[in-house]
């Protein structure tokens, strides 16, 4: 512990000293974040045979950022964790230890032009997409090797980034041809441009993005025979005569696929058009390519929403996503076919209902698919006091479910295409600039095709509700000025 806190002190006060002698800035901040939550039929619909649940969840991150004029670097500490699960007698802490959450370094070669490298969050658009996922207490963030473009006066800015992933130590003679079998791509890569036009009214921004997963790994048994010659005996121990005995034993081998690799592309175009009451916001985008089983994939997303200030304080919006699916009568076509759109990479928190009942749903692409049509009206009191209040209504995007109809004798079940209504009522107090506190409680309302995609029986599950208290502090605990 002494040699940490020797560590630590010996780093501020060299940065302090780079600080002043090179013109540079250095920041030290903070996150503190608790959440209190009350889940019963949070995530996942619930029958009798499951109980609500009281739970806290905590996350404290320490951020280190220093700008020069050529470089900029970021490392955050986190320690996310929930309430007990660790002894509070023991001298040691087994699970969610403090990990480097980000740590990149960024070279500007120009006032514009910059290369970042490293572990990075990745937030572009409305995080439909490529999301940092700020709700969950672990985020997420990407290793990889980004170009970045960022021209302010002329009001556009572009990424390059792509990443190539490994286990350690990998092969030293084809490194690119060694055996990943996390569940994450082995290799990525995207271009982001976003332009502004018409004194940045119109926001314009495009993505077009790769991923590519090794094939799943399979498993092959093989047998081995053995024969062996017993004796036979009378009871007086005396040998009579001879039999074979037949052994066989049989050996499972994981095979992995390092050479096989399939990949899908995005591509897609978001516009956001401000005015002086009225926002209006588009976005589509086509996935094509192959899944990580190797079906050929065609899937096409939309979504589009319009917001009006109605009165200074109350803005009212109406929206509506499409996420393509899969038509599981279609048994010829999904032999081959996947139609089903996926943002793994995405935030779902913020975008489809805050009792998180889609958030691994839009991320597979296996799935009948997913509209929501949803209407919020939010009443800002004063600067620290809001209220939101959102109404969403979902369906699927295709009218059969992958599951047997037993009684039809078909390998899918037709069903309606609605799958219920859920209310997110919200409430936000700002009581400082850098300290919140967010209070909501949300419900849903399921239909008989719910309970059959989450596979319970029709009439079993119980009143879905949710409610969560958080509370939100990001301290700044230092700050040099820049010469």
Not at 217 to 229: E, I, M, P, Q
Not at 257 to 271: E, M, N, Q
């Amino acid at each position: 512990m002494k040699k940490l806190f020797t560590f630590l002190f010996i780093t501020t006060a060299f940065l302090l000293l780079v600080t002043v002698n090179l013109r540079a800035q250095f920041n030290i901040t903070g996150e503190f974040r608790m959440r209190g939550e009350y889940r019963d039929g949070y995530s996942t619909l619930r029958d009798s045979s499951k109980t609500p649940y009281a739970d806290i969840l905590g996350r404290a991150r320490v951020f280190v950022d220093y700008r020069t004029d050529k470089i900029t670097t970021r490392f955050s500490l986190q320690d996310a964790w929930v309430f007990g699960q660790n002894n509070f007698s023991s001298d040691t802490i087994s699970k969610n230890t403090v990990n480097m959450f980000e740590a990149w370094l960024k070279y500007n070669f120009t006032k514009n032009l910059g290369v970042k490298v490293g572990r990075v969050e990745l937030n572009y658009d409305d995080q439909r997409f490529l999301g940092k996922n700020d709700w969950s207490m672990w985020g997420s963030t990407h290793d990889l090797v980004m170009v970045q473009w960022d021209a302010p006066k002329a009001n556009n800015k572009a990424d390059l980034g792509f990443a190539v992933n490994n286990n350690a130590p990998g092969n030293p003679k084809i490194p690119f041809l060694s055996s990943y079998t996390l569940n994450n791509y082995k290799y990525m890569g995207y271009i982001w441009a976003q332009e502004k036009l018409f004194n940045e009214k119109l926001t314009l921004s495009v993505l077009a993005f790769i991923d590519s997963y090794q094939k799943n790994s399979g498993t092959s048994t093989t047998s081995k025979t053995t024969y062996d010659t017993l004796l036979i005996r009378n009871s007086q121990d005396s040998i009579i005569g001879t039999t074979i005995q037949k052994n066989v034993t049989k050996t499972t081998n994981t095979i992995d696929f390092p050479t096989i690799l399939y990949a899908k592309a995005t591509i897609g175009l978001d516009a956001l058009l401000n005015l002086k009451k009225w926002n209006f916001f588009l976005s589509g985008y086509y996935e094509g390519g192959h899944v990580k089983d190797g079906h050929k994939l065609a899937a096409w997303f939309y979504a589009a929403y319009a917001s009006f200030q109605l009165v200074k304080p109350l803005n009212l919006m109406i929206g509506y996503d499409h996420l393509g699916g899969n038509d599981f009568s279609d048994t010829t076509g999904q032999k081959t076919k996947v139609t089903g759109f996926s943002t793994p990479y995405g935030t779902a928190h913020r975008l489809y209902g805050y009792m998180d009942l889609w958030n691994s749903y839009v991320k597979d692409y296996s799935t009948a698919g997913l509209n929501d049509l949803y209407a919020r009206a939010t009443v800002t009191f004063t600067e620290k006091n809001s209220i939101e209040a959102t109404y969403r209504w979902f369906s699927l995007a295709q009218g059969a479910l992958n599951i047997k109809d037993t009684k039809n004798k078909l390998p899918y079940t037709k069903v309606d295409k609605s799958l219920g209504s859920e209310v997110d009522l919200m409430y936000v107090y700002k009581a400082l600039p850098n300290l919140d506190l967010n209070l909501a409680y949300c419900f849903f309302l399921q239909t008989k095709t719910m309970e059959l995609q989450r596979g319970l029986k029709e009439g079993s599950s119980k009143f879905a509700q949710y409610a969560y208290i958080m509370i939100s502090y990001k301290p700044n605990f230092f700050t040099s000025e820049k010469k």
